[in-house]
C-alpha cells in the first residue's frame, strides 16, 4: 500500500495516545501507510494542536474537524470520498456509537481497545458489524497493541513448538502505580469513569491480550476478587484471580493499579509460563540504542527447557532468550491496512478483543463465583 494509490485516513480523537503512539506509528510507516488526511476531536483547539503536531512528524497537514461548527463537524469528515478509513481514538463509552457512524459512512474502521465498556455491548456490536457491515466488505479491527506485539508472538509460538513442553501453569503478575499527578489520570474520563473497572478495563484488556497470544489454548473459567485500595481509583483499582484454561492448565492473573510507591511496580511482575520440559518467561526491559543513543522498550523471552533421557535423568538445562522491540501500534495499523487490501492476518479480531473484556469483566464481578468465560460472551 502507498500513499499515492489508496485514499486517505482520518485520526478520530486527539488525547495522549493519538498523539503519542499512533502519530508516530503513522510516521514510521511512511508509505505503508495511507495519507492522514483529517483529524476529528470534540476541542477545536486539541484537533489543532493534534494537526500541527501531525505537520511535523509526517510532513502533511490533516484537515482540521470538531464540534460546534455543521461546516467541520465529524458528519463533515464522514462524507468525505478521499478518506476511506478512520482509526478511532476515543472514550470508551463513547467509541460503540462512532464505530457504528463510521461504517454506516462507509468506512473500515480501526478502533482502540476495549472493543466495548462490557461483553454485552460489545457482543452487540460485533453482531451488528457481521451482519450489516462486514457483508460489504467494510473492515473493522480492534487495535490491542499488546496482541500484535511481536515478543508475546514469539512467546506464544515457541510454547507451540513444545520448547517448554506441554503448558502445567502460569502467572501473570502487573502492578502499577497511578497517582493523580499522571497524565493519564488527569484525563477527564479517566478521573471519573462512566464504565466498569476503571482503569481495570482501560489497562487490564492488555494484559489479558498476552495470555490470549501465549496460551495454547483457551482461557475458560475464571474466579477471583476485586477490591479498592486508593478512592481516587474507584470503582475498582485491583484484581486477583485464578483462570483454567480449556487444556486442563492454569493459573494466576493478578492486575493493580494500587502500588503504594513506584518501587513497588518492579516486584515479581511480568509473565511466566511453566510446562513439563521448561519455563517460558516475558519482561518488559529497556536497552540503549546505539545508533540513537537512546533507550527503548523491549519485550524479552527467556526460555529455559532441559529434557529426560530415557531413564529419567534430567539433561542439562539449555537458555534461549529473545529480545523483540516494542512496535505493536505501528504493527496493528500495517495490518489493518493490509486488511483493507485483501491481506487480512486476522491481527485485531473484535471476537478476540472481546474475550479479553470477558476476562477483566469476570475479574470484577466474580465475588469467588466461577465464571465459565465462553457462557458469558454467548449469553451476552
Known amino acids: 500500500m502507498s500513499a499515492s494509490n489508496t485514499a486517505g485516513t482520518a485520526i478520530l480523537g486527539a488525547g495522549i495516545f493519538a498523539k503519542e503512539a499512533h502519530l508516530p506509528a503513522l510516521q514510521t510507516l511512511g508509505f505503508l501507510a495511507p495519507k492522514l488526511r483529517a483529524v476529528y476531536s470534540r476541542s477545536e483547539k486539541t484537533a489543532r494542536e493534534f494537526a500541527a503536531q501531525a ?38 463509552t463513547q467509541q460503540p456509537s462512532i464505530i457504528l457512524k463510521a461504517l454506516a459512512a462507509g468506512k473500515h474502521v480501526l478502533s482502540e481497545k476495549p472493543v466495548a465498556p462490557d461483553v454485552a455491548s460489545g457482543a452487540k456490536l460485533i453482531a451488528q458489524y457481521e451482519a450489516e457491515y462486514k457483508p460489504k466488505g467494510l473492515v473493522w479491527r480492534v487495535a490491542e497493541n499488546f496482541e500484535a506485539e511481536p515478543g508475546y508472538i514469539a512467546a506464544g509460538r515457541a510454547i507451540a513448538a513444545g520448547k517448554i513442553g506441554k503448558v502445567a501453569f502460569f502467572s501473570s503478575r502487573t502492578v502499577n502505580f497511578m497517582d493523580k499527578d499522571s497524565k493519564w489520570y488527569k484525563t477527564p474520563w479517566r478521573t471519573v469513569p462512566d464504565y466498569q473497572g476503571g482503569f481495570l478495563l482501560d489497562g487490564g484488556v492488555h494484559s489479558a491480550a498476552a495470555l490470549r497470544v501465549i496460551l495454547p489454548s483457551a482461557m ?33 492473573y493478578e492486575l493493580s493499579f494500587a502500588a503504594p510507591s513506584p518501587s513497588r511496580t518492579s516486584a ?18 529497556r536497552v540503549r540504542d546505539l545508533i540513537h543513543n537512546v533507550e527503548k522498550p523491549i519485550l524479552r523471552v527467556t526460555i529455559k527447557s532441559a529434557t529426560r533421557d530415557a531413564n529419567g535423568v534430567l539433561g542439562p538445562e539449555k537458555e534461549e532468550v529473545i529480545d523483540e522491540p516494542m512496535r505493536g501500534v505501528e504493527l496493528e495499523q500495517a495490518s489493518f491496512f493490509a486488511a483493507i487490501d485483501g491481506k487480512d ?13 470477558a476476562v477483566i469483566q469476570a475479574a470484577l464481578t466474580s465475588g469467588g463465583e466461577l465464571i465459565d468465560l465462553e457462557k458469558l460472551i454467548s449469553q451476552s
Open 55 to 92: 505537520t511535523t512528524l509526517l510532513n502533511a497537514t490533516p484537515d482540521v474537524y470538531y464540534d460546534g461548527n455543521p461546516s467541520f463537524n465529524l458528519d463533515t469528515l464522514l462524507a468525505r470520498p478521499d478518506i476511506s478509513s478512520v482509526i478511532v481514538i476515543l472514550p470508551i
Open 345 to 357: 492476518d486476522g491481527l485485531g479480531s473484535p471476537l478476540g478483543a472481546l474475550k479479553d473484556v
Open 268 to 285: 515479581g511482575g511480568g509473565l511466566v509460563f511453566t510446562g513439563a520440559d521448561g519455563w517460558l518467561q516475558v519482561q518488559q526491559t
Open 220 to 252: 475458560t473459567y475464571l474466579s477471583g476478587f476485586a477490591s479498592l485500595n486508593k478512592e481516587w481509583l474507584a470503582p475498582h483499582d485491583t484484581i486477583n484471580t485464578i483462570i483454567k484454561n480449556a487444556d486442563g492448565s492454569h493459573g494466576i
